[in-house]
């Protein structure tokens, strides 16, 4: 079955450390892979995106997050975390059939202490 | 532009009512989706339109609920004879082109009693 898993529910670090929320996926093909961030009391926003090319992608606010094929990886990663970064974060994957349905994990609540 | 809207933000109803809620995405995406989410879960797919056609549906959608897009512009979710496992937040999203970045607007959380 075709499936998008975030292992972990909470992630906490400190303000100014690096931050890592992780993602595996499982489908056929060669997906397209989506991190969205989710602020209390507001829509999803997209954060970045891997379609094809350089294995790592940057993104918004400083984030960035590297594609693995052979892991079936796509973590989402920050150098230096922010207060202001704590929110609940989606990995999402398109199913490459030829549609456009979009696969989301259960989602990872960051949590940045000051 | 302001963005995809939905209304209403919120709908309180009785076990047995039927609710619609519209969508409107940003003008000129051509891709309008629906996703459910409950607490503690990620969006889940309901349905997918390309211009006013609905070209995938989830099993998640049971014959109760329908889904429109009339003019290939704004969308309509029915559900019919609603049930207390009807109570989520509804997402809607749009996009265009082959990047497929989808935008959200703020959803509609619905209440079942």
């Known amino acids: 079955a075709q499936s998008v898993a975030q292992p972990e529910d909470q992630v906490n670090v400190a303000e100014g450390n690096p931050l890592t929320v992780k993602c595996t996926y499982s489908?056929?093909?060669?997906?397209?892979l989506f991190w969205y961030v989710q602020y209390p009391n507001r829509g999803l926003q997209f954060l970045l995106k891997?379609?094809?090319?350089?294995?790592l992608v940057k993104g918004s606010y400083g984030f960035e997050a590297e594609f693995n094929k052979s892991q079936t990886s796509f973590h989402l990663k920050k150098p230096s975390a922010l207060v202001s970064d704590s929110a609940l974060y989606f990995c999402a994957v398109r199913v490459p059939d030829g549609g456009f349905k979009t696969i989301f994990g259960a989602g990872t609540r960051l949590f940045v202490k000051a | 532009d302001t963005g995809v809207s939905q209304n209403p933000r919120h709908k309180i109803t009785k076990r047995g009512q039927n609710v619609t809620f519209r969508c409107d995405p940003i003008s000129e995406h051509n891709r309008l989706y629906w996703y459910r989410q409950t607490l503690g879960q990620g969006p889940e797919f309901l349905t997918y339109?390309?211009?006013?056609?609905?070209l995938e549906k989830s099993r998640l959608l049971s014959d109760r609920f329908s889904a429109e897009r009339p003019k290939g512009s704004f969308s309509t979710l029915e559900i019919q004879r609603t049930e207390q496992g009807d109570s989520a937040m509804y997402l809607c999203?749009?996009?265009w082109g082959a990047g497929e970045t989808q935008y959200f607007g703020p959803g509609t959380r619905l209440l079942v009693l």
């Open positions: 999203a749009s996009s």
């Open positions: 489908v056929s093909g060669n997906p397209y």
């Open positions: 339109f390309q211009n006013e056609a609905q």
């Open positions: 891997y379609i094809t090319g350089d294995n």
